[in-house]
């Protein structure tokens, strides 16, 4: 058998191994899908006329901050889905698994590709679910081509797995899932301040480069314009960029910890 038949058929075992791990323990993953739907529901029905009096430059309806906002709310569902992953790879770090993989006769890659392929999997499916509850209150898309709903839902997918390889490298380095958690806590709170509930001119000036200059907020602006036709400009360009950027970061940052000889 090649090597690559040999990286495959552990990394599928592996994937197996931990959406099973997910489905049995479910609690985290409720915790993580609530969260966002929870946001939605307090931001459009109980914040919605007051936050969306600094839209269209008058001021919105409900139904147009609906729309302007679940594109957000969808990108902070990808946040908080991965901070799972985090606390998933550090358990096994504490609970000595990856040094009992280090031993195995098994593809060394395949482990954190198991963590990656699942948590990726994971994530789209609690888009898909939170956008389901964004249609049933009203979000709509009429506007969107096929071509452009795949590039939003590949959008969303590059994004998740470049945040997934970050999240596995915060995992190999935390002691424990609750400093996993807490690492990776950015990927929650990072949401907050960017254009996912206002918009960046609306922000005071001191504050509006710390929303701008961050990976949300063009991957939000992108995912708009796929969704609701709105201007992408470079945010597109931008948006890539991140992905590489964080997607190579997390690989190299994880592979190299997870390759370190035990101490």
Not at 69 to 75: A, K, W
Not at 160 to 187: D, K, Q, Y
Request: aromatic share 10%.
């Amino acid at each position: 058998m090649s090597s690559l038949s040999l990286a495959l058929r552990d990394s599928s075992t592996m994937l197996r191994r931990n959406l099973l791990h997910a489905r049995r323990y479910p609690s985290m993953t409720l915790q993580l899908l609530l969260t966002p739907i929870m946001l939605l529901l307090l931001f459009v029905y109980l914040f919605g006329d007051v936050m969306s009096a600094g839209i269209g430059g008058g001021g919105a309806d409900r139904a147009e901050y609906i729309a302007y906002i679940v594109p957000g709310i969808l990108l902070m569902t990808v946040g908080g889905a991965v901070v799972g992953t985090a606390v998933s790879v550090s358990m096994d770090m504490s609970e000595g698994i990856m040094a009992r993989f280090r031993t195995m006769a098994i593809h060394r890659g395949s482990v954190l590709i198991g963590h990656v392929v699942g948590s990726v999997l994971q994530s789209i499916l609690s888009v898909i679910f939170v956008g389901a509850v964004g249609v049933a209150i009203g979000f709509r898309s009429t506007d969107a081509t096929v071509l452009e709903w795949l590039a939003a839902f590949g959008l969303l997918a590059l994004f998740s797995l470049a945040l997934t390889w970050v999240s596995v490298g915060m995992g190999l380095v935390s002691p424990n899932a609750e400093a996993a958690s807490n690492n990776a806590m950015p990927m929650i709170l990072l949401p907050l301040f960017s254009s996912a509930f206002v918009p960046v001119d609306s922000m005071p000036g001191w504050f509006r480069p710390i929303a701008e200059y961050q990976p949300f907020t063009p991957t939000i602006e992108t995912l708009r314009g796929l969704l609701l036709g709105t201007e992408i400009g470079h945010n597109g360009w931008i948006t890539l960029a991140w992905c590489l950027g964080l997607t190579l970061l997390g690989y190299f940052w994880a592979k190299a910890v997870f390759e370190r000889d035990p101490k």
